[in-house]
T-cell receptor, first 115, second 112 residues
Framework: EAGVTQSPTHLIKTRGQQATLRCSPISGHTSVYWYQQALGLGLQFLLW???????NRGNFPPRFSGRQFPNYSSELNVNALELEDSALYLCASSLGVLGVTGELFFGEGSRLTVL | SQQGEEDPQALSIQEGENATMNCSYK?????LQWYRQNSGRGLVHLIL?????REKHSGRLRVTLDTSKKSSSLLITASRAADTASYFCATDFNQAGTALIFGKGTTLSVSS
């Protein structure tokens, strides 16, 4: 069974540009979570989608947005990129709301570098 | 904002020694989980302990939870070089509609 897949693996952008990151959850998982892992800051919760709707949002500005498609895959968009947006963006999925086991399954991440 | 805070931030030990990492959190929880991250990669779930449990074992892992002190510890016994990684605790707020909140992690280095 395929795990959570993220693309692209690496992305280099310049300040002011837009970045789009994609995530495909494990088959059958309906919840998708996005986290930002900047150097030295641990994982910061960004967004949570379940059944196509945004369920919760972390303390990030509106230029961080996303959506979940009918097939439960998800997209994270970051507009007007700033240098401090450079980070590893991790996507995770679960079967429903934190699933039966409460466990999140993570992808390998997309590393965004803003120059 | 961080819910869980791990301690120590970094830990260096020799193979065969035990490694203990601690996690403190601020609000009531339903459960607490520990995850592992190899350098720059995705996180892997290790173990989950529910708020009504005090101790749980999984292989060489032992997790304790003290809800009165809002703290948890992860013990890795007989460490191996392959245990070198960052370890994170994660909690869910004791309310509906919230996601897992992670701490900053403990970086464990096991040398052979």
């Amino acid at each position: 069974e395929a795990g959570v897949t993220q693309s692209p693996t690496h992305l280099i952008k310049t300040r002011g540009q837009q970045a789009t990151l994609r995530c495909s959850p494990i088959s059958g998982h309906t919840s998708v979570y996005w986290y930002q892992q900047a150097l030295g800051l641990g994982l910061q919760f960004l967004l949570w989608y379940d059944e196509g709707e945004e369920r919760n949002r972390g303390n990030f500005p509106p230029r961080f947005s996303g959506r979940q498609f009918p097939n439960y895959s998800s997209e994270l968009n970051v507009n007007a990129l700033e240098l401090e947006d450079s980070a590893l963006y991790l996507c995770a999925s679960s079967l429903g709301v934190l699933g039966v086991t409460g466990e999140l399954f993570f992808g390998e991440g997309s590393r965004l570098t803003v120059l | 904002s961080q819910q869980g805070e791990e301690d120590p931030q970094a830990l260096s030990i020799q193979e065969g020694e035990n490694a203990t990492m601690n996690c403190s959190y601020k609000t009531s929880i339903n459960n607490l989980q520990w995850y592992r991250q190899n350098s720059g990669r995705g996180l892997v779930h290790l173990i989950l302990i529910r708020s009504n449990e005090r101790e749980k074992h999984s292989g060489r892992l032992r997790v304790t939870l003290d809800t009165s002190k809002k703290s948890s510890s992860l013990l890795i016994t007989a460490s191996r070089a392959a245990d070198t990684a960052s370890y994170f605790c994660a909690t869910d707020f004791n309310q509906a509609g919230t996601a897992l909140i992670f701490g900053k992690g403990t970086t464990l280095s096991v040398s052979s």
